[in-house]
């Protein structure tokens, strides 16, 4: 089975400094892996996904991913947060049979002015 | 037009009322998919309908009953619920359900409340 962990359940930046919120996952074949945000009370918002090919993805709002085939990480990076920055993040990883996607637990990120 | 809508916006009903939830985009997409999601959790998947055929069914309770009525169409109609069963409902989508190069789009939810 195909899976995602977020080790880290928030995380707390201060604005103008760097974010990173980490991802590690566990397939077997290619992975196909994504980061949505969710901003409260809203549905999930795509940011950014990694098919194949480079392995700094950029995405949405400035945010960026680096896929890390040996260390199985998938980490979304941002080079310095903005206080809107603040929310839920999810990373997935999509399974190729009936198009089911697996969330990782969450992150909550807190950018402080 | 990129957005999946969904409504109603918040839903309030008791253990014995029948109630439907609404999903519609127009993106041309032929996978629609139900998710259910408690606070601060990730989403959980219910249903995934391909080309409007009921592709994935996540052992859910039969007092959820979702309808593919078209292609851009999504319900999901709902009977004797349990208060457990509050939470915010999604509905997404994507091109297709076996393409894993495609994001899912999400809609903004409704927000259920069974008393």
């Known amino acids: 089975a195909q899976s995602v962990a977020q080790p880290e359940d928030q995380v707390n930046v201060a604005e103008g400094n760097p974010l990173t919120v980490k991802c590690t996952y566990s397939v077997s074949g290619n992975p196909y892996l994504f980061w949505y945000v969710q901003y409260p009370n809203r549905g999930l918002q795509f940011l950014l996904k990694y098919i194949t090919g480079d392995n700094l993805v950029k995405g949405s709002y400035g945010f960026e991913a680096e896929f890390n085939k040996s260390q199985t990480s998938f980490h979304l990076k941002k080079p310095s947060a903005l206080v809107s920055d603040s929310a839920l993040y999810f990373c997935?990883?999509?399974?190729?049979?009936?198009?089911?996607?697996?969330f990782g637990d969450g992150t909550t990120l807190t950018v402080k002015p | 037009d990129t957005e999946v809508t969904q409504t109603p916006k918040h839903l309030v009903m008791g253990m014995t009322n029948k109630k439907s939830l609404k999903c519609e985009q127009h993106m041309g997409h032929r996978a629609m998919y139900w998710y259910k999601q408690k606070a601060k959790k990730p989403p959980e998947l219910m249903f995934v309908?391909?080309?409007?055929?009921?592709?994935i069914n996540e052992s859910v309770p039969s007092r959820f009953s979702p309808e593919c009525p078209n292609s851009s169409l999504l319900n999901l109609h709902l009977h004797a619920l349990q208060p457990e069963d509050s939470a915010l409902y999604l509905c997404?989508?994507?091109?297709?359900?076996?393409?894993?190069?495609?994001?899912?789009?999400f809609g903004p939810g409704t927000r259920l409340t069974v008393l």
């Open positions: 997935a990883v999509r399974e190729g049979y009936a198009g089911k996607s697996t």
């Open positions: 309908y391909s080309y409007e055929k009921l592709s």
């Open positions: 997404a989508s994507s091109p297709s359900s076996w393409d894993r190069n495609n994001e899912q789009f």
